[in-house]
């Protein structure tokens, strides 16, 4: 026998004896054959649905050894109850994913009732979407087309869904830090019955999200439609071509506390509709979804897909960045106290 040959015969039976197998040599990826769930903290047919159905091929396909991945939805306390489930009962095995929306992160930070979850604690796999741009606008007839003008303006007419809704929390932001006297807020409207009572005088102003506004409305900033008084960017960095020439509502911040207040304004819609894995997942699992995320959101033709679906742009924000800004979320009393106050319903407070 040549003696190459032989010497190869004798590691291998070293090797052997000492209690190894094939697999220190041809290891299966961990994921192979395996199944995660994607726990969703929704109802079937709504716009995170909808979302992750463009995510869940692509994540397959980037993800080593393609497992097969299953939705799951598990619906209430505007995604507490999926929240809880994965902090408190899944595996953290890297099996199970939940798809939440950003309202985890406010009602953790606000301390509501039903939160059994640290936020601190989740392992953050990114969002297809983070960037979330707010327009307050007024009936072109009033003529308040300054910020003067509506500031002298009483009993403003300010139009929204429900306390909660982000045309409520928007508008009563706008509303506070834009200094508006005693302005009234009118609620029990769908987003589409606002800017129809608009038309008809029932309301004066309303907030909207600048993309909804276009969709809606594609001339409205072109023809002037609306009198546009102030724009909150989500991230603020971010440009809005057709929005760009409206005062940022930051220019009226008067104080530290102002300022800390948008900082939780913002972080808490900035994380987008997060993926998030279970405390205490093995960190080269942690990295192996990361990464697989981080690979979908880059693919071309996942942002295709998703424009396809969504009928509207993916901006995904990737792990690190997300994590990073669960970090830097105010949690001082006085900055949440002020929070509460300003998404509540009581009348706003002074400055």
């Not at 809606?216 to 546009?228: Q, S, T």
């Not at 207040?261 to 900035?270: A, E, G, I, P, Q």
């Amino acid at each position: 026998m040549h003696n190459k040959t032989l010497a190869a015969i004798l590691v291998l039976d070293v090797v052997f004896a000492l209690g190894f197998d094939s697999d220190v040599f041809a290891q299966s990826p961990y994921y192979q054959g395996k199944t995660i769930r994607l726990i969703q903290g929704r109802e079937p047919g709504g716009s995170g649905d909808i979302r992750s159905k463009a995510v869940i091929p692509f994540l397959r396909k980037y993800i080593p050894g393609n497992p097969t991945i299953i939705n799951e939805f598990m619906p209430g306390g505007g995604g507490r109850k999926a929240a809880n489930y994965l902090f408190s009962t899944a595996r953290p095995d890297g099996l199970t994913i939940a798809h939440i929306s950003s309202g985890i992160v406010t009602s953790a930070v606000l301390g509501e009732s039903g939160v059994q979850y640290d936020i601190d604690k989740f392992h953050w796999l990114g969002s297809t979407d983070s960037a979330f741009h707010y327009a307050f606008f007024t009936r072109k007839e009033l003529g308040l087309n300054t910020i003067e003008k509506l500031q002298g303006y009483p009993g403003l007419r300010i139009g929204a869904t429900s306390i909660g809704h982000t045309t409520y929390t928007y508008g009563r932001t706008f509303a506070w830090l834009l200094g508006l006297k005693d302005p009234r807020f009118v609620l029990g409207y769908s987003s589409i019955e606002v800017d129809l009572a608009m038309a008809r005088a029932e309301l004066d102003a309303r907030s909207n999200n600048t993309a909804e506004v276009i969709r809606r409305n594609p001339d409205a900033v072109k023809k002037g439609l609306f009198d546009f008084t102030a724009i909150l960017k989500i991230p603020r960095e971010d440009k809005e071509p057709e929005f760009d020439h409206i005062p940022e509502i930051d220019s009226l911040v008067k104080s530290e506390r102002e300022r800390r207040f948008l900082t939780l304004t913002r972080s808490t819609r900035l994380v987008g509709t997060p993926y998030l894995l279970a405390p205490g997942t093995p960190k080269e699992l942690v990295q192996i979804l990361r990464d697989a995320m981080k690979k979908t959101f880059q693919d071309p033709e996942f942002r295709k897909e998703f424009t396809k679906l969504a009928g509207d742009d993916p901006s995904p924000l990737m792990p690190e960045a997300q994590e990073e800004i669960i970090r830097s979320v105010p949690r001082d009393p006085e900055t949440v106290e002020l929070f509460k106050l300003i998404n509540g319903n009581k009348p706003l407070p002074p400055r």
